[in-house]
């Protein structure tokens, strides 16, 4: 819906790959004028010079609290203030099947970009907003945060992390108009899972593993098809345009009805019952 973000600044951390790149584009279509913040200073420059005068590109380390508040002065400076805050910025962080071969080497990395960059940017975000009329703060959360599994064990307890942070900052915040949602993807175009998992692996042995993995997370969604970075946006458009409002602290999946349920007939179960009824 063109012109929906009309008027409004927003901040995308992780902007220049990904989901947050994807946000970036239809933030700006839907007329916000957008800082893209990321540490990938040339792929940034890059989405920001495609994208005109109404983004622009702040070198950011989320996870340093100056650099974030930095990249809120920045949005500031050059657009005139500050409506909407979307910390999106994160890294996978390594992934080991079973816990007792996890050795956490990542863990201080991984906690410090996805709790730690989310808390100050909702801090520096806040900050000025409440000044200002309040605003809006989209937290990138995962259903990984939100269901057991095993395997990217640090990456799990981050985006758990990001829940309550994001739902106790709603609490906190709240009085002062500033609203605090997150977004839980699963299973979206972008480079992240794959950079996980096969790392070491040839460009033709990654893309055929890709392939076979994103088949199977497929099969695991009641909608059987991959996200997409506009799925995204869909929702981070929502949280940050005026029709949302009235929502504070909630976590929106946008992940095919993964964490709903798995839709793959339960074939044991299946098979037990109907070999009784045949009987
Ligand atoms: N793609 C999915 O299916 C999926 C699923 C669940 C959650 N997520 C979450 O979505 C968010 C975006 O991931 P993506 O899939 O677009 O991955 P991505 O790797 O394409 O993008 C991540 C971006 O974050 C940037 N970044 C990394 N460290 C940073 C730092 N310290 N400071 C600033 N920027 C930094 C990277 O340079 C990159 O541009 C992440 O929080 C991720 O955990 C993604």
Redesign the pocket.
């Known amino acids: 819906m063109s012109g929906e973000l009309t008027d409004k600044v927003a901040i995308v ?10 946000c970036v584009e239809r933030f700006v279509d839907a007329g916000a004028k957008v800082v893209i ?4 200073a040339e ?2 420059e890059k989405v920001a010079a495609t994208l005109g005068a109404h983004a622009a590109f702040k070198e ?5 609290a100056g ?1 974030v508040t930095d990249a809120v002065a920045f949005a500031v400076e050059r657009f005139g203030g500050l409506h909407c805050m979307f910390n ?5 962080g390594n992934r080991n099947d079973h816990l007792l071969d996890e050795d956490f080497s990542d863990f201080q990395r991984v906690m ?3 709790v730690l ?1 989310v808390a100050y940017g909702t801090q520096a975000a806040a900050r000025h907003m409440k000044e200002h009329g309040g605003g809006s703060i989209i937290n ?5 945060g939100m269901q057991a599994s095993r395997g990217p064990w640090t ?1 799990a307890m981050s ?1 758990t992390s990001v829940n309550m942070l994001s739902q106790s900052a709603a609490i906190d915040l709240g009085e002062f108009g500033i609203r605090v949602n997150c977004i ?10 794959g ?1 996980m998992i096969g790392s070491g692996l040839s460009e033709e042995a990654k893309s055929k593993m890709m392939d076979e993995v994103r088949a199977f997370l497929i099969s695991r969604q009641p909608i059987q098809r991959q ?1 997409t ?1 506009d799925d ?1 946006a869909e929702a981070a458009i929502f949280f940050a345009s005026d029709r949302s409002t009235y929502m504070t602290g909630q976590i929106m999946c946008v992940d095919g009805g993964m964490l709903t349920g798995n839709p793959q007939p339960a074939g044991g179960f299946q098979e037990i019952v109907a070999r009784y009824r045949q009987q």
Request: proline content about 4%; aromatic content about 2%.
């Open positions: 951390t992780g902007g220049a790959s990904g989901i947050g790149k994807g913040a990321d540490v990938n792929a940034g950011t380390d989320v996870a340093d650099s999106n910025a994160g890294i996978s410090a970009i996805n960059g990138t959360t995962s259903i990984g990456y985006k839980a993807p699963a299973n979206i175009e972008s480079p992240i899972l950079n996200g970075t995204i």
